[in-house]
């Protein structure tokens, strides 16, 4: 699975922003889809993953009801609509896959390149 991202950019805060995960190679049918972020000096963290096939998801605490998962079977593609955007929201996002509905980045084998966004107070 070679997986896309894109849709970062400058944002200011309370603003909006979607992101894009877009696979090829393989469907993600079968897959978790993550998002992942890493502002400068931490570690990267856990934003939602969403179970493919059933349209499940689950949140981290900071983003929850503010940023929202979805999917597009015939672009198979995911997307993060990001709203009510905070300074500290501020990273690379990264988007990743993988057959396990995880939540730390080593439960995930395909990564995507990253994209970033930054939020301006």
């Known amino acids: 699975v070679q997986l896309q991202a894109s849709g970062g950019g400058l944002v200011q805060a309370g603003g909006c922003l979607r992101l894009s995960c877009a696979a090829s190679g393989r469907a993600f049918s079968t897959y978790a889809v993550g998002w992942f972020r890493q502002a400068p000096g931490k570690e990267r963290e856990f934003v939602v993953v969403?179970?493919?096939?059933?349209?499940?998801?689950y949140y981290a605490d900071s983003v929850k009801g503010r940023f929202t998962i979805s999917r597009d079977h015939s672009k198979n593609t995911v997307y993060l609509q990001m709203n009510n955007v905070k300074p500290e929201d501020t990273a690379v996002y990264f988007c990743?896959?993988?057959?396990?509905?995880?939540?730390?980045?080593?439960?995930?084998?395909?990564w995507g390149q990253g994209t970033l966004v930054t939020v301006s107070s």
């Open positions: 990743a896959a993988d057959r396990s509905f995880g939540v730390t980045p080593g439960e995930y084998h395909y």
């Open positions: 969403l179970k493919w096939s059933a349209g499940s998801a």
